[in-house]
């Protein structure tokens, strides 16, 4: 198994480190276009090697896709992140051209790979990198969902005061402050949260995950990477081990939850082919509402494309 991370900041490097540590892949090689840092970066993760047990081999190198070649796996990170007060849909003149870029030289090197995107504006910046490739929806899968819900599941987890492990919670939609916490089926233990929580504590939760990105940039002075770069090695071990887990992911929808022609976060079962299956939950007339919502606002971000890209 050989994963490449394209981007070696702050959340491309995460996401090696956190691959390494898991220790299923076989390689992984960490790509950007600042001279040296995948470099230096991947010789540091490696000299954690024998303390962390770690038997993946990590190669880090400068714009050099052939080392990169045959990947069963491309994590695209490069780009730039927003700083305080900017919103992710601000990046797009930026990314989307980057993401293009490396889209199609990972393309070029590894012809047969799964690519998880993660640069910003995420939805829209996977549906950039499907139509540009021509990839079948199956092998170009964003990544927030798995993200935002965990962040969620934290809120919850502080409110209730349990463990964040006892909690199970999900988030679908575009990764932006419309997407969809699925409160109603969010349990501690199996038991609704709605058991332990008001309602006005279970709507400050929901705008809290909403808003969590932006709340650790306001923090950070750039976006957040523990999290994100673990949920991109997370993804992509569930791919590598064909577990058949239901992860929320951004996927092209062709007439799931009523939508088609959109990129949105919705659970989707991953395997060995990359999207095995795309879940339908029997949404309420409310989530209903606020998934159209969220998926409107990334159809606008959609329509930004072609103006960002010349
Ligand atoms: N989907 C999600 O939920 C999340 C998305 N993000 C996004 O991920 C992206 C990366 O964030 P960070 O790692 O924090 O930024 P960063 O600035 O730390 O790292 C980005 C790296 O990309 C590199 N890069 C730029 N152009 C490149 C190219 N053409 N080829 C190869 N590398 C290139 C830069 O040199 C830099 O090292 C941002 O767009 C951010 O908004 C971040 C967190 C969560
Ligand atoms: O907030 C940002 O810009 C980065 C991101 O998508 C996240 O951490 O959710």
Not at 176 to 191: F, I
Not at 216 to 233: F, H, I, M, Q, R
Not at 250 to 258: C, S, T, V
Request: charged content about 25%; some cysteine.
């Amino acid at each position: 198994m050989k994963i490449s991370v394209i981007g070696a900041g702050n959340v491309g490097a995460t996401a090696a480190n956190v691959l390494a540590l898991k220790n299923f892949a076989d390689e992984v090689v960490l790509l950007d276009i600042k001279e040296g840092v995948a470099e230096g970066k991947a010789m540091d993760m490696m000299q954690t090697a024998k303390m962390m047990h770690i038997d993946t081999k990590i190669v880090g190198i400068t714009n050099d896709y052939s080392k990169t070649e045959n990947s069963n796996i491309v994590i695209i990170t490069s780009g730039i992140p927003r700083k305080p007060g900017m919103s992710r849909t601000d990046l797009i003149g930026v990314n989307s051209k980057i993401v293009k870029s490396v889209m199609d030289e990972s393309l070029k090197h590894s012809p047969d790979a799964i690519f998880i995107i993660i640069s910003n504006p995420v939805d829209t910046l996977t549906y950039l990198a499907l139509k540009d490739s021509g990839l079948p929806r199956e092998r170009v899968i964003g990544m927030s969902g798995l993200l935002d819900g965990s962040r969620f599941e934290y809120y919850l987890a502080q409110a209730i005061g349990c463990p964040v492990g006892d909690i199970d919670a999900m988030v679908i939609g575009a990764h932006g402050d419309l997407m969809v916490p699925l409160t109603r089926s969010a349990t501690y233990k199996g038991v609704p949260v709605s058991e332990y929580l008001s309602e006005e504590k279970l709507a400050e939760i929901e705008h809290a995950t909403q808003v969590g990105g932006g709340t650790l940039t306001k923090l950070l002075g750039t976006s957040a990477w523990y999290a994100p770069g673990t949920t991109a090695a997370t993804m992509a071990e569930a791919i590598a081990k064909n577990t058949g887990k239901t992860l929320s992911c951004i996927a092209l929808l062709d007439g799931e939850y009523g939508e088609k022609d959109v990129c949105a976060g919705v659970p989707v079962v991953l395997g060995k082919n990359g999207i095995e299956k795309i879940l339908e939950l029997p949404l309420s007339e409310k989530e209903k509402a606020m998934f159209q919502s969220s998926v409107d606002s990334a159809k606008d971000t959609n329509a930004k494309l072609k103006e960002a890209l010349k």
